[in-house]
């Protein structure tokens, strides 16, 4: 009976995934050549003025432009459709092989996980997801091959900063899972000794904050995206220059500010972890001998918030609360099957299975999870509004892109 419902799960999971990927392809290229487009103004970004933030991926793509000669926007849609079908595949891999329940399902399907980029085009394929990819071939590592793990951290956590430097409010549940999955008897001095290679990446955000792009340098890349590509350095881009101090960063979203508008994410954040955190809830971690715990007696609840809590920094600085919302989601629910599938930590399933949720009706159960995961979405900015049926206004444009366009 169980593996009657994994393999329905998987063979739904799949066709979801697929489905995804198809429109997030045909929604890629459909705006890859709009002139303001804000994904393509963050791949602009290159060291060919000098070393910034961000820079690495568009000045891979503007080799691969110059070399097999080809516009640069195109090449830029080749990385993200080959960046977008990865993320998928390796999502699948990471998803499947469980046992399902239903909070589980809610979980999987919430609309501020994998659906939220899809809806959301402006937020498709910005450089997060390469993050996202880092993060899950880490995991995989851990997971099957543990003796390359500090290796792994080294080289994933450096190339996360250098491609999408705000990962950095996420160190502490990188290091967290360090410490989790090490099962002996840690003292500090072993917590030092693995804080050592996340120490490039903190050099480069160091890099980051004290010597950014002068007006000399971020011209130079402008003139050459200019000259040579027919590109304006705009929106990401430009923020180079317009946003470049950490003052900066602050007061540009005071103006957003408003109990409206911080109440909804409020909401949105408390609804759409609801499933996670049930989870959490009902989870304990197995290795008491970790010094987190030997000095705490905090539920593994607890201890996602306190993780996340330097998050908050990136909400403060950033505009786009609802992509802060996806990352941090992204972030959470992948460490969390990630000790789950280790063994680190255990379900009780007896009491998850008294839950209210599991005692609804199928017919009860499919109605909430509709509603709950295809009904409502949050937008990209903190001032947007709930949108209302995301899957079917990205399922309706897909179709008007196929048959109408």
Not at 184 to 196: A, N, R, T
Request: proline share 2%.
């Amino acid at each position: 009976m169980k593996n009657k419902v994994l393999s329905k799960y998987e063979k739904y999971l799949t066709g979801y995934l697929v489905l995804l990927f198809l429109m997030s392809v045909s929604f890629l290229h459909l705006k890859h050549e709009t002139g303001n487009d804000s994904t393509i103004s963050e791949w602009l970004i290159n060291y060919t003025g000098g070393f910034t933030k961000r820079g690495i991926i568009g000045q891979i793509s503007i080799i691969f432009s110059r070399f097999f000669e080809t516009e640069l926007r195109d090449t830029i849609f080749y990385f993200q459709t080959v960046m977008m079908g990865s993320y998928f595949v390796l999502i699948y891999i990471f998803l499947r092989n469980f046992l399902i329940e239903r909070v589980y399902l809610l979980a999987i399907f919430s609309p501020i996980f994998l659906l939220y980029p899809v809806y959301e085009v402006e937020v498709l394929a910005r450089k997060e997801v390469f993050v996202f990819i880092f993060f899950l071939l880490h995991l995989f590592i851990l997971i099957n091959k543990i003796q390359y793990s500090k290796f792994s951290k080294l080289i994933t956590f450096t190339v996360s900063v250098l491609i999408w430097e705000p990962i950095i409010f996420f160190l502490p549940m990188w290091i967290f899972i360090d410490i989790i999955t090490n099962k002996k008897k840690q003292d500090l001095k072993f917590i030092f000794k693995e804080l050592v290679y996340y120490l490039p990446a903190l050099m480069i955000c160091t890099i980051y904050i004290f010597d950014p792009l002068t007006k000399a340098e971020h011209s130079k890349m402008a003139s050459i995206l200019k000259e040579e590509f027919g590109e304006i350095c705009y929106m990401s881009c430009s923020l180079l220059i317009s946003k470049s101090t950490l003052i900066q960063q602050f007061t540009g979203n005071f103006h957003a500010y408003s109990f409206e508008n911080i109440f909804r994410y409020i909401i949105i954040v408390i609804i759409g972890f609801a499933p996670l955190f049930i989870l959490l809830n009902f989870s304990k971690i197995k290795n008491n001998k970790n010094i987190i715990l030997k000095y705490t007696n905090l539920s593994l609840s607890n201890i996602f918030l306190m993780l996340l809590s330097p998050v908050i920094i990136l909400f403060l600085m950033g505009y786009d609360w609802g992509r802060w919302v996806n990352i941090s989601y992204v972030m959470t629910l992948l460490t969390f099957l990630y000790l789950y599938k280790n063994k680190l930590i255990v379900i009780n399933m007896i009491r998850l299975k008294k839950h209210k949720i599991n005692s609804l009706s199928l017919k009860s159960y499919s109605i909430l999870f509709f509603i709950y995961c295809f009904t409502w979405s949050q937008k990209t900015v903190i001032t947007g509004d709930i949108g209302s049926f995301p899957l079917y206004r990205a399922l309706y444009k897909l179709y008007k892109i196929s048959f109408v366009y």
